[in-house]
């Protein structure tokens, strides 16, 4: 069971990339085209958030000590936990993309 917690948990924050990506792409080319300072202020908070997933699926899936221990060793109820913050996200996520590109 553990396996299935720590496969969903890796897709949401694999998931959460490309959304933060697609807002990236949008609001960035928005700070550079309108010179806003909101603009900007959302191009850094999706920089920011992409390098916290970026840094999450790292540990999940390539660092040879912590992605060991997170295959194994991590209780349920922890990882249950990670999954419902990285679905939360994703939630999030998809609903600015949603806003964004209408």
Do not use: C, K, Q
Not at 13 to 34: C, F, K, S
Not at 90 to 100: D, E, N, P, S
Request: net charge neutral; hydrophobic share 65%.
């Amino acid at each position: 069971m553990v396996s299935l917690w720590a496969d969903v948990a890796r897709i949401a924050a694999a998931l959460n990339l490309v959304l933060l990506a697609v807002l990236l792409v949008v609001w960035g080319r928005n700070a550079i085209r309108l010179r806003s300072s909101h603009a900007l202020g959302l191009s850094t908070f999706a920089a920011l958030l992409f390098a916290e997933n970026a840094v999450a699926l790292y540990y999940y899936l390539l660092d040879p000590t912590l992605s060991a221990w997170f295959s194994s060793a991590v209780p349920p109820v922890a990882w249950r936990a990670m999954l419902t913050l990285h679905l939360l996200e994703t939630v999030a996520l998809a609903a600015l993309v949603r806003v964004t590109l209408d």
